[in-house]
């Protein structure tokens, strides 16, 4: 990571949420820069092995293996990698399963724009 | 069989009738002892009864003798005619004897002459050839009166003299006496005649005898053969001059007393044998019954709990067929349930192979009893209607009571199958209530993702283009606004589908067919559409003149669902085609895409509400799953069908089948609309 640069991975299956979260990061602008992108969770794994991120935003439904699944992925070859579970429907359940898994934290898609905030902080702990 | 249970003895009747006899045996032998004892009293009696009347009866004759001595006044009579006239009186008395004289002869002997009785014709007889009557009538002389003597006869048969001396003076002396003696008056009597009065009278059952020394003068009727038993009772005349004796013995009993005691017993045992039998028999009859209704009992107690210790049919069935054919020794049981077509399946089968009726309707009615090695098949009814039927084969047979026992396990077997099956069908039910259960849980949280989804995009979108500051150029601003209309018209779709869901759910989903030009409303559908399929080429191709007898607004919903569903769930850029064709008297709408297709397997469920394909591509692709079950309803509605299979060069293909409104007055409205 550079000085000052949070690099952001972006893994959500809708691609209209993917270029939304893309478009509110650049607009943010600070020191955030998004460093890739995936569509499903297998996708992200290896993306994630390339891009090397300081934070992951990860959707939790996805085809193929879900967000948590390739959060256990990560954290297990990466524990101290920084991720935020960024969901449509967070129900308690996930974020007990996503607390244990070691998510960092947890982003309603309602709060979109709280994205920015979200990528500071955990990048900043 | 295992009870313990056992009929009683049964020798109660045989040792009553054993004691009863035995107590006619017991009185039989103490009457006949009784009687014996009574008979010996008898002949002490008799004997000594008869000593005294013998020796009476003699006295008498000496008595007599001495009268008629009297008479004659010591001399002899002088003519035979005198003889008798004077004698006659002792005739009388004994009319057997024989009366006579004796004189005595120069040469010393002494000539006895018969002149009464039946000895008259006798020649005369010389008194002293025997010892006997010569000392006897010497004594007489001597004594001067009457003497008794018995001796043989002539004929060697013992006769009996008794003599009176005769004097031609009153000699007093012995010698005068000698001197004086002019003969004897002589009576001859036989033995017989002096026992016949007193061996007249004796009892049957005592034999008497007359005896001197050992020689037998006389016998009672009926004693007269055989020696004189040693248990006899003897007694002596008490007459020294008669060295007699009197032997009297019981004789065997001609009594039928102890008989009719014994008699009596042996039928009084058999009458008692025969009751006591008859009424053992029915208490045995009575005591069977008893034990094989309780042994039948048994049964059921065993088998009854075992049916009834699970629901699960398969742990109960084996464990019930091998405590059955043990019971009634069976080589085969078979347990057959009604199956979907009527016929018996087999569901257990235990022991050798049964061929048994497959169907209920072919059962035979139940024997009262089973041969040995026969098959009978009963019928395991519920509520009266058949449910499946229990097969056996009885090595040994079945009694009748068996073949109830076995009747009342059937009833059983029935009870218990029918609350396996409804056990069965409540969880089958449970397990539905929980898929079902589930479905609501995912179609809440489909339903929530899906709607935050599309509203973060359309506000996020909305935001970014409304911020002044930044920097957005021309083409972006459109991307932006196409996606916020794209994401608006799923949010309309999901929302209708969520109202027409309601109503569906309500049952007020409601159609209002009418002829509808289908060659006009699909375009215009397809055209309205065309945001959600963006990323798909459109192929649509629709024939002239296809007016449906059907409402505008189903279609519309059933087309707009159809092609959403192809939107999200195929590949961007594959095409999606819509192709509208008159066929008969049927209009054809096919709505095909590129996609992965719908596995065989699926294509029934998918129309079922909250129904998802679960695969990799589908998992979180949007979507609620009530799309398909709201076509299918208003298809149904619509009188319509649906069908789905795969599309050519992959794919799936949708398939609705609408009737034509041209059959009768919906053509008239078809072409007036057409032509408008």
């Known amino acids: 990571m550079e000085w000052g640069v949070v690099g952001t991975l972006i893994v959500d299956d809708e691609e209209d949420i993917r270029l939304l979260v893309r478009a509110i990061i650049r607009r943010a602008n600070e020191g955030l820069e998004v460093v890739g992108e995936a569509a499903s969770g297998e996708e992200a794994v290896s993306v994630w092995r390339e891009a090397r991120p300081d934070v992951v935003l990860l959707d939790v439904r996805m085809p193929g293996i879900s967000g948590l699944e390739a959060a256990e992925q990560i954290l297990a070859e990466q524990p101290d990698q920084n991720i935020i579970l960024f969901s449509a429907f967070l129900d308690a359940d996930t974020v007990r399963r996503a607390t244990e898994v070691g998510v960092r934290a947890c982003l309603d898609k309602g709060e979109v724009h709280r994205i920015p905030e979200a990528l500071w902080m955990c990048a900043g702990t | ?676």
């Open chain 2, 1 to 676: 069989m295992r009870g313990d249970l056992k009929p009683r003895q049964r020798w109660a009747p045989a040792a009553l009738a054993g004691i009863l006899v035995l107590t006619g045996i017991i009185a039989f032998a103490a009457s006949r002892r009784s009687g014996q004892n009574n008979r010996r009293l008898l002949a002490d009696a008799t004997a000594a009864a008869s000593a005294q009347t013998v020796e009476a009866l003699v006295h008498a004759q000496q008595a007599e003798l001495i009268t008629a001595g009297a008479m004659l006044n010591g001399h002899l009579p002088t003519s035979d005619g005198q003889a008798r006239s004077d004698l006659r009186s002792l005739t009388e008395a004994t009319p057997t004897a024989t009366v006579g004289v004796a004189i005595a002869g120069s040469d010393g002997s002494l000539r006895f002459r018969p002149l009464l009785g039946p000895g008259v014709a006798s020649p005369p007889l010389d008194l002293t050839a025997s010892s006997n009557w010569k000392l006897a009538l010497a004594l007489a002389r001597d004594g001067g009166t009457a003497r008794t003597a018995e001796s043989a006869g002539p004929d060697g048969r013992p006769v009996v003299l008794v003599a009176l001396p005769l004097y031609s003076s009153a000699a007093d002396t012995v010698s005068s006496r000698r001197a004086d003696l002019t003969g004897y008056l002589v009576e001859l009597l036989s033995p017989d005649v002096l026992a016949a009065p007193s061996f007249k009278g004796s009892a049957e059952d005592v034999g008497a005898r007359l005896l001197d020394g050992t020689t037998s003068l006389a016998s009672s009727p009926g004693a007269e053969g055989g020696p004189v038993p040693n248990s006899a009772a003897v007694v002596p005349l008490a007459d020294p001059a008669l060295n007699w004796r009197v032997a009297a013995w019981p004789r065997p009993t001609k009594s039928l007393i102890p008989w009719y005691f014994l008699l009596g017993g042996l039928v009084v045992a058999a009458i008692v044998w025969l009751v006591t039998a008859a009424e053992l028999r029915a208490s045995g009859r009575a005591e069977t019954r008893a034990l094989t209704q309780a042994r039948d009992l048994q049964l059921i107690a065993r088998v009854g709990p075992l049916l009834q210790r699970s629901l699960d049919v398969g742990e109960v069935l084996p464990v019930f067929a091998t405590e059955l054919s043990d019971e009634l020794d069976l080589t085969s049981v078979a347990i057959s349930r009604v199956g979907p077509g009527g016929q018996f399946v087999t569901v257990f089968s235990h022991g050798a192979p049964v061929i048994a009726p497959d169907r209920a309707e072919y059962l035979e009615v139940t024997p009262a009893v089973v041969a040995a090695g026969a098959t009978v098949t009963l019928a395991l009814q519920r509520a009266g209607r058949a449910i499946g039927a229990l097969t056996i084969r009885a090595r040994r047979g079945l009694e009748h009571s068996q073949v109830e026992a076995l009747r009342g396990v059937t009833d059983l077997l029935s009870a218990s199958l029918g609350n396996a099956r409804i056990f069965q069908e409540e969880q089958e039910m449970v397990g539905r209530l929980r898929d079902l259960d589930r479905m609501k849980t995912t179609f809440l949280g489909s339903v929530s993702h899906e709607l935050r989804t599309t509203v973060t995009a359309i506000k996020g979108f909305a935001n970014l283009l409304a911020m002044p500051g930044l920097d957005l150029t021309d083409k972006e601003r459109v991307d932006y606004l196409e996606r916020i209309d794209r994401n608006a018209g799923s949010l309309s779709v999901l929302i209708d589908d969520l109202l027409d869901f309601a109503r569906l759910e309500r049952q007020s989903l409601t159609v209002t067919p009418q002829p509808v030009s289908l060659s006009q409303l699909v375009p215009n559908v397809v055209d309205q559409t065309s945001s959600i399929l963006t990323d798909h080429p459109l192929e649509v191709d629709v024939a002239p003149g296809v007016v449906a007898q059907a409402d505008p607004s189903a279609v519309e919903r059933i087309l707009v669902n159809l092609l959403s569903n192809a939107a999200k769930y195929t590949p961007p850029g594959t095409p999606v085609s819509v192709r509208l064709r008159r066929e008969g008297t049927k209009a054809v709408l096919v709505v095909r895409d590129h996609g992965a297709g719908i596995p065989v397997e699926d294509r029934e469920r998918i129309f079922d509400r909250f129904y998802r394909v679960d695969s990799p591509t589908t998992r979180s692709k949007r979507g609620v799953g009530i799309g398909l079950a709201l076509v299918l309803e208003l298809v149904g509605l619509l009188d319509g069908t649906i069908t789905v299979d795969d599309g050519e060069g992959g794919g799936a293909a949708f398939t609705i089948v609408l009737p034509l409104a041209g059959t009768d007055s919906g053509t008239a409205s078809a072409t007036q609309l057409l032509s408008t």
